[in-house]
């Protein structure tokens, strides 16, 4: 790596620690880009340089930190064939993740769901998952991909549903997506047999 394009980095990760304590400590509506740029010691435009907006460095550093928390709940859970309990296993991971982020949560979701992007993304990535799992046990692939689109709309049911009170940590939040899911999970046992 060259001197500049090391500079660069530095000065881009400058400003995402900057955020992250501006964020903590005053939140993520309250803190503007100049008050970024003051702690990081940088120049309002210099920030500009390294993030369009405020919202694309919000969604920077938060999906550095999913992608941690996900890192760290690699091996924690045995490896699952079932496809509802596959879609437990990630809101066991990623449900704690939004509720200890619960401010970059609203704000990346509402962006998301105007504009698409990372609903889209996870979703389909999880789907994927759902469905090669029935399809594994004779499903056949359009049934599967049914299933598991109606599986996802359950979890972000129950998501929508834990974000007003932060209840992602509720063992209802966890009992209520297993009992949305439970004529899938009937379906799949019985495809089992």
Do not use: C
Not at 173 to 180: G, V, W
């Amino acid at each position: 790596m060259n001197r500049r394009t090391q500079q660069k980095a530095t000065t881009r990760a400058k400003i995402k620690d900057a955020a992250k304590q501006s964020f903590s400590d005053h939140g993520i509506d309250a803190t503007t880009t100049r008050e970024i740029s003051r702690l990081a010691g940088v120049a309002v435009g210099t920030f500009f340089v390294h993030f369009p907006d405020k919202l694309d460095l919000v969604k920077e550093i938060y999906f550095d930190e999913m992608d941690a928390a996900l890192n760290a709940a690699i091996g924690t859970f045995k490896p699952t064939l079932s496809p509802t309990e596959y879609l437990l296993q990630i809101a066991q991971t990623l449900f704690p993740f939004y509720a200890s982020h619960l401010e970059f949560t609203k704000n990346i979701m509402t962006d998301s769901v105007l504009n698409g992007g990372f609903h889209t993304q996870q979703m389909l990535s999880i789907s994927e998952g759902i469905s090669k799992r029935f399809e594994a046990v004779g499903i056949d692939q359009k049934t599967a991909r049914i299933f598991s689109e109606n599986m996802l709309a359950n979890y972000w049911l129950v998501f929508i549903e834990s974000i007003p009170g932060n209840a992602f940590l509720s063992k209802r939040a966890m009992q209520r997506l297993e009992s949305l899911n439970l004529p899938f999970k009937v379906s799949y046992e019985n495809a089992v047999k």
